[in-house]
């Protein structure tokens, strides 16, 4: 039944099913419109049930009020008569009296030994000893006016002195059943009065009156109850405050009353509903084919456009919708052509992203244990070029060896500051400091017809970068430059403080809004066109001759930019040259100096003992000759489990010499580990390759690091930095 039901539907024609969503759509609005209407004046109704009972409260209040002034003046009037006749315990009016008129239902004396004698109650009779009771606890706390219950009824009474004896007039009116219906027709309202947690008189029936003070006990002091098919809002009112003798009246609004007109009104919406249903059936009837037969040719060009055909003829004549639709699907098959050719372009991107990323890995794969043989192949070449006593052809191989692997090292650091994986030392630094040092040496980089100019900004701001790999980013910078003005030109060099906002963004689009120091490197040379400018940060893509140029250059300058931070943005053209900018953060800190002299790297040697923790072999066995032959007293092991066994024997231990990454345990657990046993041990961290997690690590900070492949120098002399540092805080202390 439902699959015939689906395929009936499925054939319809677009007129038909159009007439029919439209029958939905309004029935479904109208009956939405009808539930908000319904539940805007259901809930204004609410609120006015809660203020009307808020209201009554007042009025009950005020009416009460009044009630109060009159038993005041009856009493007084009544205290007066009696003080004048000389007798205090018989004011007994007359049938004439106009005293009576009032409606007062107790007239009574009291002694000053709260002895009460009635002399009117509407009452038979009231029991005196409650009378009595209540007397004595308001004359105890000073009330002229209070609320009795005595004999099971409820009495507003005022009370006054008798001339300046003892003896007292009391008055009073009961609140009965009369009295409160009358309140309830008053404020169109229920009501109940309750002495404590006793129903005294209300509005409702007796048994409703037995559930409605139940629900009302319940209550804190207003809120929603129910009772038998109707709900109320109540809402109490405290006639006094006398604790254990507490009065209420409570006003209760029908919600049922309240919202009584909403039948009708819900009539009347669904009747407007459906007229209106008939009359949009009807209108869209006589407008449908319009709309119909232009979406027909569309869909004939939508089934073309599948086939390929790009050029199906539409007509989109006039304002309407469907004309319009019809252009912007025009515009939409033009807009796909372009965007095949913008695919492929997204998939060469693609390529080259993850030829970058898996250069990436590769370089972080490879590091470590090629950095190792270097370190082998590099230092065992110093040993033989040292201990050569004449063999100029030995020292001429030696040189050669020691040069390749030089390289080979700067190569294999050029791919690791491309892909982001070298360890950083970053310090707070003055990047004029910097462009002051490399400009120093410029000139034997830089021919005699290229002319070269510093800009830079004394008041510059700070940057938190390795200076080193920022030295090695404007002298990459400076070369390309160099080369691209083989006639000769003009490079400039500036630096100066600039913060991008959000327009200067825009027209830099890789650059985020913030403060930052800028550092240009331009020139007069040939320039790119954008086929060029779109690769030049590649690994391997140059425009240089072959054997001229390694490709890593920028790819260089690139990563070491991005892992600082910073960012970098190209402006070239043909024939007018490049302009290279980057964007390093700008920060408050101050600038970091290095205090400490550095020593001789045997100055003391022969007093300080190295703990060396190395799994590679060779490589262990070439840094302990390189230390002993510099003074040092030399402890080996070959992983960290086994250099903290020789920590905790010998006590002599100075200074640790360990790699990063080792097994059993790694080279920061093992240092933390030592530091326990001696804190001021300092740390010497050697490697070749760290990983993403660890390049910006704590134990860095704690210790110096020293990449692989390393010369002799390079160890002695970081050691002995090391070492004059903990001497310079032991001097310092």
Known sequence: ????????????????????????????????????????????????????????????????????????????????????????????????????????????????????VVQHSKNASVPLANAREMLARARAKGFTSDWWYVGGALYQVSIQRIGHGESTMIVGRE????????????????????????????TFRAFDEQEAGRKIRELSSRGKIELGDDRFFADTLELNSDPGHIVRVTALKSYREATAFLTTLNHLLISLGFLAVLAGAALMFFISGRFTRPLADLLNGFEALEGGDYAFPLHGQGGDEVACAIRAFDRTREALQKNEVQRQELEEQLRQSQKMEALGRLAGGVAHDFN???????????????RNTGGAVVSASGQQIRKAADRAATLTRQMLAFSRKQALQPKVLDVNAIVGDVGRFLQRLIPEDVEVVFRTDGALGRVKADAGQLEQVLLNLTVNA????????????????????????????????????KLSVSDTGTGMDAETKAHIFEPFFTTKE????????????????????????????????????????????KLECN?????????KAALHTVLLAEDEAEVRALAYEFLTSAGYRVLVAEDGVRAMQIAKHDKTIDILVTDVVMPRMRGPELAKRMKRLKPGLKVVYVSGYLEPSEIDGDFLKEGFLLDKPFSRDALVNQIGEALSVREHMEVSV
């Open 1 to 116: 039944m439902s699959g015939t039901i689906a395929n009936l539907l499925n054939n319809l024609r677009l007129r038909t099913k159009l007439l029919l969503s439209l029958v939905l759509t309004t029935a479904v609005l109208t009956f939405a419109m009808l539930l908000a209407v319904r539940y805007s004046v259901e809930k204004h109704a609410q609120q006015q049930v809660v203020a009307e009972a808020r209201s009554s409260l007042l009025t009950f209040d005020a009416l009460l009020g009044e009630h109060q002034k009159a038993l005041a003046r009856k009493a007084d009037l009544l205290a007066t008569r009696a003080s004048m006749s000389g007798d205090d315990t018989n004011v007994t009016p007359s049938s004439g009296d106009a005293l009576e008129s009032d409606g007062s239902d107790l007239i009574a004396t009291a002694d000053a030994s709260n002895n009460i």
């Open 175 to 202: 609140i009965d059943y009369r009295a409160v219906r009358d309140m309830g027709r008053i404020s169109a309202s229920q009501v109940v009065f309750s002495y404590q947690q006793t129903v005294v008189a209300s």
């Open 372 to 386: 190792n043989l270097l370190t082998v192949i590099k230092g065992h070449c110093e040993l033989i070029l040292d």
């Open 482 to 517: 160099r080369d691209a003005m083989p006639q000769g030109g003009i490079l400039t060099v500036e630096t100066g403080n600039v913060t991008v906002d959000e327009e200067l963004a825009r027209t830099r689009p890789s650059v985020e809004p913030g403060d930052y120091v």
């Open 546 to 589: 072959p054997g001229k140029g390694t490709g890593l250059g920028l790819a260089t300058v690139y990563g070491v930019v991005k892992q600082t931070g910073g960012f970098i943005w190209v402006d070239s053209t043909p024939g007018l040259g490049s302009r290279f900018e980057i964007y390093l953060p700008r920060v408050h800190e």
């Open 595 to 603: 205090l400490i002299a550095q020593s001789s790297p045997n100055r």
